[in-house]
């Protein structure tokens, strides 16, 4: 929490002294069912509710309105290049669809880390700061609830923004052109799904260890400290298996999704250093094995991070 | 019922708790027991390890060894067991953007509450610590005393056998402190267990059945609040005794009454009242009432002082400090 917004809540909180409810109400204690005894729900109803109110927490912060203005960022854009003559030649007008949704999607491999910084970074070490973990541990429910449940909710957002970007730019394209590669568009979607879920379980398990909250780190991780790493071992590999290999790094999802799609330059570190030079660091071809690699680097950490929470004293 | 030593009797048994951080211990080997409908209070110098055993208690702490059971339910295996468990660990800092009804909603659907359950519960326990008409205000705009009532409404929602609070009136102003005291009695009519750990003994004479004292992590005493001061006083001499009569106060009466059993320093206060230093035991000063009316007296009062629950923190205190040296 920032310096502006903690003085501002302290502002707030002064305002209202302690107040007292001065009516009373007397009723029996079946009125008030003060003798029944309720049943625990099931395992997954709890993670249930954990999504939930992590979900309405969402609805009530800036994450929403900021993953509202990305989406509409895509026909600003769409529309500002299509109405000034002059930008119109730098968007690849064509009738091959799909490469117009590439350039639309391109800056993707900026955005989905970003997103997954903001909305799961942050999550669980501000409930650690803030101390509302005091309020949900105690519960009776089991940690792997609260932890799943609240990594769902950052997941379905971003899922949401990513499948969103998808729709959008699709429509957008489909209004100058008329042919489009179904099988490919939904290729390139379910990597770059894969690729946000391997994000959003790195910066959430990130949220189990740090002891304040950061979006800042885990963004730089994974837009420049891991493909970084990923582009040097892929340079430095040798041996005629290496170099297949390292090209399925996870790092190298979003560029395979929007290569995918067409030959377009993705927004990204990688797509810098493609400009700058070549390399003999290539994104892999085969999308089914990169959506599986992401997913299970993903579940790795999510497990590794379960194990964290449940042994963290608070 | 998965532990031998459990009796239906309890609402809580904690058996040989300790958590160390590295070398050093912050709760020692520590047992205790709430039995159903008791209140009890856990004492203790600041860093004696209440709140680290508290916290270990409701989940939030994994201790290094030891046995936990609610309801005779194994805590640490089952979660389910904190089902018949409120708690108020600090001043926990419910979510700013959240309303004490969606609070309610939340912890009423972890615990398995229908809407229309929570609805009738919310109303209940919002009333109960005067929260209501302001059920729908953010709770980030509230002060520390409301925050922590509704924290308590919260806990109150799914009746819980045991709520178990750590200093729950601690940055209160006096009428909050007087809310939740109010509060809490009110629990202890409708025969809930409460474990509450605070540092004002006032809480504690007022509300509380019994108490354990911890120091340095370890049970200093453990009892019945009223016997560990009454056997204090014993110990001390220095329980005094004022008694206010109807009637007239003989040379008879006094001569007798000096030359009861335990009975020093007589002196007579007023026209109708005399005071004395008494060390006996109890069925002797029940014989000091029986005097009183063979001489045909009607006994107004009879206020016992000298002794209290300040005097036992401090001489308890003192005397585990020196043992630890």
């Known amino acids: 929490m920032s310096r502006k917004e903690k003085k501002a809540k302290k502002v707030k909180t002064e305002n ?299 | 019922m998965d532990n031998e030593e459990y009796d239906e009797t309890l609402s809580l048994l904690v058996k040989n708790l300790t958590k160390s951080y590295g070398s050093f211990t912050a709760v020692d080997n520590l047992s205790m027991k709430v039995k159903k409908g008791e209140f009890m209070g856990l004492l203790g110098p600041n860093g004696a390890g209440k709140s680290t055993t508290l916290k270990a208690i409701t989940g939030l702490l994994t201790p290094t060894s030891g046995e936990i059971y609610v309801n005779g339910t194994d805590a640490r295996k089952h979660r389910s067991a904190m089902r018949h468990v409120g708690c108020v660990i600090e001043t926990p800092e419910s979510y700013h953007d959240f309303t004490p009804t969606e609070m309610m909603l939340y912890v009423g659907h972890i615990h398995g509450l229908s809407n229309k359950e929570i609805k009738i519960r919310a109303r209940d326990v919002l009333e109960e610590v005067r929260m209501w008409s302001w059920r729908d205000k953010n709770v980030g705009s509230f002060s520390k005393g409301m925050r922590q009532r509704v924290a308590l409404a919260a806990a109150m929602l799914p009746n819980p056998d045991l709520i178990i609070l750590d200093e729950p009136t601690s940055g209160l102003d006096p009428r909050g402190m007087i809310e939740i005291r109010r509060t809490l009695n009110e629990l202890k009519n409708r025969g809930m267990s409460l474990l509450i750990s605070t540092h004002i003994l006032k809480e504690v004479s007022e509300m509380c059945t019994s108490m354990t004292m911890i120091n340095h992590g370890k049970t200093v005493i453990s009892g019945d609040v009223n016997t560990l ?82 005097s036992l923190y401090m001489k308890l205190t003192e005397e585990s400090e020196v043992n630890v040296r």
């Open chain 2, 229 to 310: 001061v009454h056997n204090l006083a014993k110990d001390e001499n220095a329980v005094n005794i004022e008694l206010r009569m109807l009637g007239e106060l003989t040379p008879t009466f006094i001569s007798d009454i000096t030359a009861m059993t335990g009975v020093a320093n007589l002196e007579r206060t007023g026209e109708h009242s005399v005071k004395f230093g008494f060390t006996g035991t109890d069925e002797q000063q029940a014989d000091i009432v029986d005097l009183v009316y063979a001489h045909k007296l009607r006994l107004l009062c009879m206020n016992e002082s000298g002794a209290d629950l300040e």
């Open chain 1, 16 to 314: 209202i002294v302690d107040n007292y409810d001065e009516s009373s109400r007397v009723i029996t204690d079946s009125e008030a069912h003060r003798d029944v005894v309720y049943e625990l729900p099931s395992y997954p109803r709890q993670i249930k509710e954990c999504f939930m109110i992590q979900m309405k927490r969402y609805t009530k912060q800036k994450v929403m309105w900021f993953a509202i203005i990305l989406l509409l960022m895509i026909p600003v854009i769409f529309y500002v290049f299509k109405s000034v003559d002059t930008l119109k030649t730098m968007l690849p007008v064509s009738d091959v669809t799909n490469i117009y949704i590439a350039t639309l999607l391109s800056f993707m491999p900026l955005i989905v880390p970003l997103l997954a910084a903001i909305a799961c970074g942050s999550m669980l070490s501000q409930e650690f700061n803030e101390r509302t973990v005091y309020l949900s541990l105690p519960l009776p429910m089991p940690r792997s609830a609260f932890y799943y449940g609240k990594f769902l909710a950052g997941l379905v957002l971003v899922e949401g923004v990513v499948t969103a970007a998808y729709g959008i730019t699709m429509i957008l394209a489909m209004t100058v052109t008329e042919k489009t590669y179904t099988s490919e568009i939904f290729g390139s979607m379910l990597v770059m799904m894969a690729y946000t879920f391997f994000c959003c379980a790195l910066t959430y398990v990130l949220s189990t260890k740090l002891k304040r909250g950061s979006t800042i780190l885990p963004f730089i991780l994974l837009a420049v400290v891991l493909p970084v790493v990923a582009i040097a071992i892929a340079e430095l590999a040798t041996g005629d298996w290496v170099a297949p290999v390292t090209s399925y790094i996870p790092s190298f999802s979003p560029e395979m999704s929007i290569y995918a799609l067409g030959d377009a330059t993705p927004f990204s570190l990688y797509g810098i250093f493609c400009m700058m030079g070549q390399f003999k660091a290539v994104p892999g071809k085969d999308t089914l094995v990169m959506m599986l690699i992401s997913l299970l680097f993903g579940f790795i950490m999510l497990m590794a991070g379960s194990k964290v929470i449940k042994r963290r004293d608070m």
